[in-house]
């Protein structure tokens, strides 16, 4: 992604062209040409024969092209100390690679294994590829992941860039529980797995709406998830509110209610307090 700045070296006063950032194949002289004209063209005090300053600013978007031998985080640690995140060990189409793996652990096929250790999963990722038209040659970057996320439309993609719920990359917004969540590496220039998104970012609740981690599901309040259980999307209420013994809850169906057992939102914890008696001295 390029931007481009052109100043005023003489009249310091003008303000700043800038030119909005975009893919570098369409900064194009009659862009830039355009779009100095109509700033320029009202302005009385321009000059021809002022001396502009033109500064391009650039930004390297995340592409994973495979793995790249570069000097930094050695990727076998972190894999080594979070069993939650699994590693692609693929050389090309790291990207289609995860995004199976991901699929297959979810859907809980039998050749999860197998393909998690890089067996059987190339026919796969050749059939995913050419079904969905889609070029991994150059690596797989936003505009790749913006294409699979439309191809799997019952799945929500959503590609950490790091370890911090606040580091994500890529985020599918599509309104489905099933989700795949991937880790790139900026340092590798490849995409990884992540089977447990709180091992991942070391949290005890993870929330699936906003992205966020906290010490409990119980306290967290999330506007695009449900209130109750905290899926998503929320669910829809029922006349008769189901009470919940083990957590002193209340829900709002039968679904609900069911799923709030498998979303770990964790249980309240209540202090029993003991009753003191006061000593009383009789004469």
């Known amino acids: 992604m390029v ?3 052109i100043s005023n070296e003489v009249n310091v006063a003008d303000k700043a062209i800038g030119i909005s950032f975009r893919r570098k194949e369409q900064i194009t002289p009659d862009v830039i040409w355009s779009v100095f004209g109509k700033v320029a063209q009202p302005n009385a005090r321009f000059n021809a024969l002022d001396k502009l300053i033109m500064t391009v600013h650039s930004v390297k978007m995340p592409i994973g092209h495979g793995r790249i031998a570069n000097k930094g985080r050695p990727l076998e ?6 069993r939650s995140i ?17 699929i297959t652990k979810l859907t809980n096929d039998p ?3 197998a393909f998690r250790q890089g067996r059987k999963i190339r026919p796969v990722v050749d059939h995913l590829v050419v079904t969905t038209g889609i070029d991994l040659s150059n690596g797989g970057g936003i505009s790749e992941l913006i294409r699979f996320q439309e191809y799997f439309k019952e799945y929500r993609i959503v590609v950490f860039r790091g370890l911090n719920c606040e580091e994500i990359m890529f985020d599918g917004q599509v309104k489905s529980e099933k989700r795949i969540n991937l880790l790139y590496d900026a340092v590798e220039h490849h995409f990884h797995v992540i089977n447990s998104v709180t091992g991942a970012l070391s949290r005890q609740y993870f929330c699936k709406g906003c992205n966020k981690g906290c010490e409990s599901g119980v306290t967290h309040k999330c506007q695009k998830a449900c209130s109750d259980c905290m899926s998503v999307p929320p669910c829809s209420y029922a006349d008769v509110r189901i009470p919940c013994e083990a957590c002193n809850r209340q829900f709002r169906s039968r679904a609900c209610f069911d799923k709030h057992k498998t979303n770990k939102l ?4 209540y202090v029993k307090r003991r009753r003191t008696v006061p000593h009383v001295i009789h004469s």
């Open 86 to 102: 699994v590693e692609v060990k693929a050389e090309k189409s790291c990207l289609a690679h995860a995004l199976i793996n991901s």
């Open 77 to 82: 640690n972190m894999v080594h100390l979070k």
């Open 266 to 269: 964790g249980k309240r914890k």
């Open 3 to 5: 931007g481009i700045t």
């Open 111 to 113: 050749d999860y294994k």
